[in-house]
């Protein structure tokens, strides 16, 4: 059940008819270029049905969705928290906030280049790297947190 392409790669599960003739590894759908296969593109209505279909999508898009209203909700209260409680000045309750907004874009795209370039996620000792890095991370923000807090005596 292993057929080697010319190039020399391991095919796993195609059969190999007689022992001198090579089967190709390409669908009768794929366009073949040189020694790879390339699957024919698919429209936009069919990508879209496949990613309907798969459960781990909707459940990540949904899960991003309801985290992103939760922090806006979160920011309103925050601004709200800001200017009637704390008496702080508009402009200065709607800058931070909008400051909270440009960290965390700044982390989602960073983030995932400065944990890769820890070791990435393929490897335990990667992982583990990664979440030294996050607890570090999450200290120096508390600590943050804990110098506001004593700078505006609350």
Same mark, same amino acid.
């Given at each position: *059940?292993?057929? &080697? ?8 599960? +195609? =059969? ?5 003739? *090579?089967?190709?590894? $390409?669908?009768?759908?794929?366009? #073949?270029?040189?020694?790879?296969? &390339? ?5 936009? $209505? ?5 990613? &309907?279909?798969? %459960?781990?999508?909707?459940? #990540? ?5 309801? #985290? ?11 601004? *709200? ?6 008496? /702080? ?35 335990? =000792?990667? +992982? *583990? ?6 607890? %570090?991370? /999450? ?8 110098? $506001? $807090? ?5």
């Amino acid at each position: *059940r292993v057929a &080697v392409h010319n190039s020399g790669s391991a095919f796993i599960g +195609r =059969e190999v008819q007689g022992a001198s003739q *090579r089967r190709s590894p $390409c669908e009768e759908s794929d366009v #073949t270029a040189g020694d790879m296969c &390339v699957p024919p593109e698919k429209g936009l $209505c069919t990508q879209a049905w496949e990613l &309907v279909q798969n %459960r781990l999508y909707l459940y #990540t898009l949904l899960s991003l969705t309801a #985290t992103f209203y939760f922090v806006s909700g979160m920011n309103f209260l925050w601004v *709200r928290l800001l200017i009637v409680v704390w008496k /702080f000045p508009k402009a200065l309750a709607v800058s931070s906030a909008m400051l909270v907004g440009l960290m965390m874009g700044l982390g989602s795209v960073c983030g995932p280049h400065i944990l890769d370039g820890q070791g990435g996620t393929r490897t335990c =000792e990667g +992982r *583990r790297h990664g979440l030294q890095l996050i607890v %570090r991370a /999450f200290g120096v923000a508390a600590l943050a947190v804990v110098i $506001c $807090c004593a700078e505006l005596g609350v």
